[in-house]
């Protein structure tokens, strides 16, 4: 059995992919109201802040008690439990967006190879891609994917915007969007890469922050990511 | 009849788009051997240094020409030729990479309303998605496009190299970064945001920078976005 804490877009999506393999439990992170003093693992899906709050109220008499954050290193749960561990799914997750579970990479990290081996136990009822990480590996992998997500989602944000600004249906950049992550499974972003700072094109790129004159800040993240391609 | 001259991404990929729907042509753009002087469409494809000196070298006397740049404007034509246009497909073209052409933006200008008309015409023997922009739209166009796929290659340019640093598959954040676009399917850029600066969270961004202290300009670049989503 598997109970899951947390009320938030990770907690709904894990309950969603195990309530079908293993019977499992949803528990609210504020009253722990209906936690199982038994389940094989206890999951704690809350925000990083909250961790340690929760880690307070839960008995330490927990069988197996995991974290699923990036950053939090897994020592937080070592002065309580007996037997704890790691369990990150790197994937973003929003309660209204489907997600494919079965190709969502799941780093996992135990205090001992028999917690590794039974985190992961769990996790291949969840995915298809289970690996090793410890803690520092962990916030490495988080580092990326605050590039690969966050940023890119935020670089979105600022093409919609322009689009927005020039009357200019923001939908027309989705396909060029999916195609610049289709090449990445052919080539390395390094080879993939096009554009004007890659062609060292300054008339192009003079052009563009002329542009966005009024937007230093948007001025700023032009440059200092041109700058990066061009030195590649 | 379509005349294309080029012979890189742009002018392979609209060459095969073309050829099983119209009497298509490639002409080298060096030596313009065997240019047709007749072809209803003659479609220079090559890069934005490269224009006018295509142009110089092309005849007056042919029936209608384009360029298929986002930034040069419909200008560069007008001196030389009696009908002229645009024809700007968004997107990212790489000749080994397949594409779903029918799906691709095109955005269409002309000296004439009739131009307009004929250049969508040959459009939509390519594409289902076919919009008139003039010169100044096209030029947000491409700015948009920058942000959207060439900053966002680098992007993930940045994460595969942390990923590579700490011995770990680069392609771990597929599915991370294939599900960060599916978001944008059902809801704005800004309702999509997630991450440490969304939350404001500055005990893991500073953590993230101190990762980052021996690279300045992914520091840089990692302030500036993590900024920007903050102010949101």
Redesign the interface.
Known sequence: MIAIIGRGNVATHLFRAFKNKEETCLVNPHTLEGLPADADLTLICV???AIGEVVKKLPSSLPLVAHTSG?IPISVLGDKFKNYGVFYP???F?K??E??YK???VFVEGDSEKTVEKIKHFASAFSH?I?E?DSE?R??????????????????????N??K??A?D?T???????????????????A????????K?D??IN??LQ??KDHP??M???K??S???R??
């Open positions: 925000s990083d802040n950053s790197l994937q973003t929003t209204d967006v997600l494919n190709e969502i990479p891609n690996f990480a590996k916030r490495k992998l988080h580092l990326a994917s605050v590039f690969a997500c966050n940023f890119t989602n935020a670089l979105a944000g600022i093409a919609q322009i689009l600004e020039a200019i923001k027309v950049i989705n396909p060029l969007m999916r195609q610049t992550l289709k090449k990445l499974d052919y080539m390395d972003a390094g993939a890469q096009t554009g004007p700072a890659k062609r094109d008339i192009v052009s563009h542009m966005l800040d948007l700023q993240i032009y200092s990511i700058d990066l391609i030195e590649q």
